[in-house]
Nanobody
Framework: QVQLVESGGGLVQAGGSLRLSCAAS????????MGWFRQAPGKEREFVAA????????YYADSVKGRFTISRDNAKNTRYLQMNSLKPEDTAVYYC??????????????????WGQGTQVTVSS
């Protein structure tokens, strides 16, 4: 069993930056693919970014490509989402997710077994 805890959310002005963290406990996190998803009020949860267990493969939603960067630190059992040039439409609850995997990271919610509780990101205009 893996427990995931997100942190780093908050209120920021448009154009600003935030770094989200996803800390894992319970098992060695290094062999897990990991993804970030977000859900805005009244909308479906959507894919944001994903990274393979090795860090060699990353995927991004078109809406965040060039602005967000996903990364990992296996020594700290933590994954990160660096968010730059934030826009009001990035406002959402952000969730990290993980699954044991040696392959390409998934981009669908059903690809992941473990989920964090979410952290709120609010971008003001």
């Amino acid at each position: 069993q893996v427990q995931l805890v997100e942190s780093g959310g908050g209120l920021v002005q448009a154009g600003g930056s935030l770094r989200l963290s996803c800390a894992a406990s319970g098992r060695t996190f290094s062999r897990y693919a990991m993804g970030w998803f977000r859900q805005a009020p009244g909308k479906e949860r959507e894919f944001v970014a994903a990274i393979s267990w090795s860090g060699s493969i990353t995927y991004y939603a078109d809406s965040v490509k060039g602005r967000f960067t996903i990364s990992r630190d296996n020594a700290k059992n933590t994954r990160y989402l660096q968010m730059n040039s934030l826009k009001p439409e990035d406002t959402a609850v952000y969730y990290c997710a993980a699954v044991p995997s040696y392959g390409r990271p998934g981009v669908k919610q059903s690809d992941y077994d473990y989920w964090g509780q979410g952290t709120q990101v609010t971008v003001s205009s």
